[in-house]
């Protein structure tokens, strides 16, 4: 029997490390060492992942000298690692006791490099709010040379495949071979990831079955003060990518992409940061000055909205961010009040 390695980044979940560990050494499939990577947790983590590497033998806890975030957690992980298989979950997150003999089965009847199952995003801690994330794919099996025609463009801006490293069963050798360094990002390390990846697989498989449960909460302004840079560091890195592949068709994407991305975190400082006009005139005004919004609307269309920001004065992105801000703001409070009595 194939022996899977499930890496558990861990920073600070006490309140839901339980259940992602009883979801793991209670699956079906036993053959399984569980490699939970402490990364600096302040709070009671470390203890209680201690106390259930005490009655398991297959958790093995690694503590990281300094917090580095989950990509390098991640790393630690593969690098400690002894099975054909890998894994990767959140500390938040929970799977279905069935999830990782599904998941071998499919990828090793099909011999693939990856097999990528269902995912349900879990909104509060009743479960009261949940809905399928996964896209249903329309094929069973994906190989190159169409896997990479075709399906690298859903890490430049289209969604045809999925993006993160959730709900996945990978094989060892090719996370090997592929040798992706860890990154330091707060928003879309997931992303890099993947598409760092997708070169060396071979072949991808899927199955419609559940294997994820997904507890989610949004990166916002608030949250992720550094959401804004992390897009146009990975907008340069994509830029790479495409020179590096003769990629080009994923161009205008990521172009749009990026002023998407402008005009989302713009909003947010309106809505949940509060922002005053003034204070977001300054913002858009500093922030237009970075040259990567020039090279970002050369050469692209405007679509129905005007979305390519250089070619709209300040003025006129502030008050159009301002008329979206009174509805917006209305619908974010109401999502609000819902989330905290779910939770209360």
Same mark, same amino acid.
């Given at each position: 029997?194939?022996?899977?390695?499930?890496?558990?980044?861990?920073?600070?979940?006490?309140k839901?490390?339980?259940?992602?560990?009883?979801?793991l050494? +209670?699956?079906?499939?036993?053959?399984?060492?569980?490699?939970?990577?402490?990364d600096?947790?302040?709070?009671?983590?470390?203890?209680?992942?201690? !106390?259930?590497?005490?009655?398991? !033998?297959?958790i093995?806890?690694? +503590?990281?000298?300094?917090?580095?975030? @989950?990509?390098?957690?991640?790393?630690?992980?593969?690098?400690?690692?002894?099975?054909?298989?890998?894994?990767?979950?959140?500390?938040?997150?929970?799977l @279905?006791?069935?999830?990782?003999?599904?998941?071998?089965?499919?990828?090793?009847?099909?011999?693939?490099?990856?097999?990528?199952?269902?995912?349900?995003?879990?909104?509060?801690?009743?479960?009261?709010i949940?809905?399928?994330?996964?896209?249903?794919?329309?094929?069973?099996?994906?190989?190159q040379?169409?896997?990479f025609?075709?399906?690298?463009i859903?890490?430049?801006?289209?969604s045809?495949?999925?993006?993160?490293?959730?709900?996945?069963?990978?094989?060892r050798?090719?996370l090997?071979?592929?040798?992706?360094p860890p990154?330091? =990002?707060?928003?879309?390390?997931? %992303?890099? =990831?993947?598409?760092?990846?997708? @070169?060396? %697989?071979?072949?991808?498989?899927?199955?419609?079955?559940?294997v994820?449960?997904?507890?989610?909460?949004?990166?916002?302004?608030?949250?992720n @003060?550094?959401?804004?840079?992390?897009?146009?560091?990975?907008?340069?890195?994509?830029?790479?990518?495409?020179?590096?592949?003769?990629y080009?068709?994923?161009?205008?994407?990521?172009?749009?992409?990026?002023?998407?991305?402008?005009?989302f975190?713009?909003?947010?400082? /309106?809505?949940?940061?509060?922002y005053?006009? *003034?204070k977001?005139r300054?913002?858009?005004l500093?922030? %237009?000055?970075d040259?990567?919004y020039?090279?970002?609307?050369?050469?692209?269309k405007?679509?129905?909205?005007?979305?390519a920001? !250089?070619?709209? +004065?300040?003025?006129?992105?502030v008050?159009?961010?301002y008329?979206?801000?009174?509805?917006?703001?209305?619908?974010?409070?109401?999502?609000?009040?819902?989330?905290? /009595?779910? *939770? =209360?």
């Open positions: 029997m194939d022996k899977i390695s499930v890496i558990i980044p861990v920073y600070n979940a006490e839901f490390i339980a259940q992602c560990i009883f979801s050494i +209670n699956q079906t499939y036993k053959n399984i060492e569980i490699i939970a990577v402490n600096c947790s302040k709070d009671n983590s470390l203890a209680l992942l201690n !106390k259930y590497a005490e009655a398991d !033998k297959r093995t806890v690694v +503590n990281q000298d300094t917090n580095k975030g @989950p990509s390098h957690a991640r790393t630690l992980g593969l690098a400690k690692s002894t099975g054909q298989y890998i894994s990767y979950v959140d500390a938040d997150d929970w @279905p006791l069935n999830a990782l003999a599904i998941l071998l089965d499919k990828i090793q009847k099909e011999k693939a490099d990856m097999v990528t199952g269902t995912i349900v995003r879990i909104a509060d801690k009743h479960g009261l949940k809905h399928n994330y996964t896209p249903k794919m329309n094929v069973e099996i994906i190989e040379p169409e896997l025609d075709k399906y690298y859903s890490f430049f801006g289209v045809n495949l999925t993006i993160s490293t959730s709900s996945k069963l990978y094989k050798e090719v090997i071979k592929a040798n992706i990154n330091n =990002f707060r928003y879309g390390e997931d %992303l890099m =990831f993947s598409m760092l990846l997708h @070169p060396y %697989l071979t072949k991808i498989t899927f199955v419609d079955d559940v994820y449960y997904y507890r989610y909460g949004g990166n916002t302004s608030v949250s @003060p550094t959401y804004l840079e992390d897009i146009k560091k990975q907008y340069r890195i994509k830029e790479q990518i495409i020179a590096e592949y003769k080009y068709k994923a161009l205008p994407y990521i172009k749009y992409e990026l002023i998407k991305h402008f005009y975190y713009a909003l947010e400082l /309106l809505i949940k940061d509060n005053s006009k *003034n977001l300054k913002f858009v500093k922030e %237009l000055n040259e990567i020039t090279d970002a609307t050369r050469g692209i405007l679509d129905e909205k005007g979305i920001v !250089k070619e709209r +004065n300040v003025d006129e992105i008050n159009s961010l008329a979206k801000k009174m509805k917006e703001r209305i619908i974010y409070r109401m999502k609000r009040i819902v989330f905290y /009595l779910l *939770n =209360f």
